[in-house]
């Protein structure tokens, strides 16, 4: 994620309504978040599965988001959780939903795995700063995405309230997201920066 000296941005008084109801973060930390643009349009994170960290997957078993559900975010937001235990400012989820094939491997009968065609991609970008007021995919400290598998496309979701906020409610007190299936953002074991209790001789 760019950061942009303090001194720099904090002078103009365009962030100031934003910061000021925003204590969280202090002033002058509210750069333009990737991904987004200044109307608070989100666009789809280009290779995220090469750049990304992995969080972990979900297997949904059958109905229209039936197969894998593969979680991603962005180094650096997985290193600074891995301290604060919150998700910050800047950061990028991407949720990826494939369809499952199964077939037998040497591991066992009727194996599944991911087919390569994408049904559809998620995304939440974390803002802190309440950039985007008065825009629908913004919502919670959050803007919310969808795509589908053409490239290129736009966001489909028209809202937050609409087309996420539902579905998203259960998880409402871990900052919206689903943390069960990400032993990334738990494991003692992760080798980025702020982990101490890495093996070496492997
Ligand atoms: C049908 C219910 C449903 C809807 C609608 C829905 N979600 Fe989710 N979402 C979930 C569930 C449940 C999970 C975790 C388990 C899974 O993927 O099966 C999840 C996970 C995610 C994740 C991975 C990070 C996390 O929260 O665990 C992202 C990113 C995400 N959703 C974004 C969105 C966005 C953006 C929208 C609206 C455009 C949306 N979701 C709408 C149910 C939903």
């Not at 925003?22 to 987004?36: K, N, T």
């Not at 180094?75 to 077939?103: C, I, N, Q, W």
């Not at 992760?190 to 101490?196: H, K, L, R, V």
Request: hydrophobic share 35%; charged share 20%; proline share 5%.
């Amino acid at each position: 994620m760019k950061r942009i000296p303090t001194v720099q941005l904090c002078a103009p008084l365009l962030l100031l309504g934003a910061v000021a109801s925003q204590p969280v973060l202090a002033a002058g930390s509210c750069s333009d978040l990737d991904f987004v643009d200044s109307k608070g349009n989100i666009s789809l994170p280009e290779n995220f599965r090469q750049n990304y960290t992995h969080l972990g997957s979900w297997f949904v078993p059958e109905g229209d988001a039936s197969g894998f559900h593969d979680v991603y975010m962005d180094p650096a937001s997985v290193k600074k959780y891995l301290k604060t235990k919150k998700f910050p400012d800047g950061a990028v989820m991407v949720k990826e939903l494939r369809g499952a094939h199964r077939a037998d491997y040497t591991t066992g009968a009727n194996v599944a795995r991911a087919v390569d065609s994408i049904k559809q991609t998620f995304v939440m970008i974390k803002d802190e700063c309440g950039r985007h007021k008065g825009n629908p995919i913004w919502a919670e400290g959050w803007g919310w995405g969808l795509f589908s598998a053409e490239k290129g496309k736009p966001n489909m979701a028209k809202s937050f309230e609409a087309d996420c906020k539902g579905c998203h409610v259960p998880a409402q007190n871990t900052d919206w997201v689903y943390i069960d299936a990400y032993p990334t953002l738990n494991e003692s074991t992760y080798s980025g920066e702020g982990s101490s209790m890495m093996s070496s001789g492997h």
